[in-house]
Nanobody, 115 residues
Framework: QVQLVESGGGLVQAGGSLRLTCTIS????????MGWYRQAPGKQRELVAT???????IYADSVKERFTISRDIAKTRVVLQMNSLRPEDTAVYYC?????????WGQGTQVTVSS
């Protein structure tokens, strides 16, 4: 059973930083396609940052220069370092990974940025 376990969300003041971590349970390696999405209240889920199948990284324009995505060599963990956080970054953040030919989602972790 593949599960994605997220951690690192919380409450932070504007300008602060948070680090989100997503680990695939059972040390199962992904294909390398791993990323983060977020969903704010009343809005659709949107891409934040991801590794592609060609090991490129894609960032939403709104987070470029502030967020950094990374993963371990084994491709079992993906990390989102979030700096210079803004109130509009407030959302539930979800990890997504392609594992054994299927996409899986984490349960989500709340990030709240106060002004």
């Amino acid at each position: 059973q593949v599960q994605l376990v997220e951690s690192g969300g919380g409450l932070v003041q504007a300008g602060g930083s948070l680090r989100l971590t997503c680990t695939i349970s059972g040390r199962i390696a992904s294909s390398g396609v791993m990323g983060w999405y977020r969903q704010a209240p009343g809005k659709q889920r949107e891409l934040v940052a991801t590794f592609t199948d060609r090991d490129r990284t894609i960032y939403a324009d709104s987070v470029k220069e502030r967020f950094t995505i990374s993963r371990d060599i084994a491709k079992t963990r993906v990390v989102l370092q979030m700096n210079s956080l803004r109130p509009e970054d407030t959302a539930v953040y979800y990890c997504k990974a392609l594992v054994r030919g299927a996409f899986y989602w984490g349960q989500g972790t709340q990030v709240t940025v106060s002004s």
